[in-house]
Nanobody, 123 residues
Framework: QLQASGGGLVQAGGSLRLSCAAS????????VAWFRQAPGKEREFVAG????????DYADSVKGRGTISRDTVKNTVYLQMNSLKPEDTAVYYC??????????????????WGQGTQVTVSS
């Protein structure tokens, strides 16, 4: 139901834009978030946007470098990542939950997940 794309190999300091497209659900009334999981580490919250795009939340590790946004017409959520660092290397997953509450940060709160897209940042 969620298709994540846009990952790739980029040099440190570069940028990527990740996309999360929904196929069988409409993002209206859904909070959408990006998580990432590096090898040997837990999956962690990166950024989230609430149901109407009026509120966003970022992990401290990406604050100031990441921007999450949504396109209602395209039913897609984006994560623009700038000034990428090697420690940003991970598989990035998008997730969605039907809620008008503030963006959740915990994995278990999201029932819908994309398949993940690999981001590799070389030094």
């Amino acid at each position: 139901q969620l298709q994540a794309s846009g990952g790739g190999l980029v040099q440190a300091g570069g940028s990527l834009r990740l996309s999360c497209a929904a196929s069988s659900l409409t993002f209206s009334n859904y909070a959408v978030a990006w998580f990432r999981q590096a090898p040997g580490k837990e999956r962690e919250f990166v950024a989230g946007i609430n149901w109407n795009g009026g509120s966003t939340d970022y992990a401290d590790s990406v604050k100031g470098r990441g921007t999450i946004s949504r396109d209602t017409v395209k039913n897609t959520v984006y994560l623009q990542m700038n000034s990428l660092k090697p420690e940003d290397t991970a598989v990035y997953y998008c997730a969605a939950v039907y809620t008008i509450r503030p963006v959740p940060r915990m994995r278990y709160q999201y029932p819908y997940w994309g398949q993940g897209t690999q981001v590799t940042v070389s030094s």
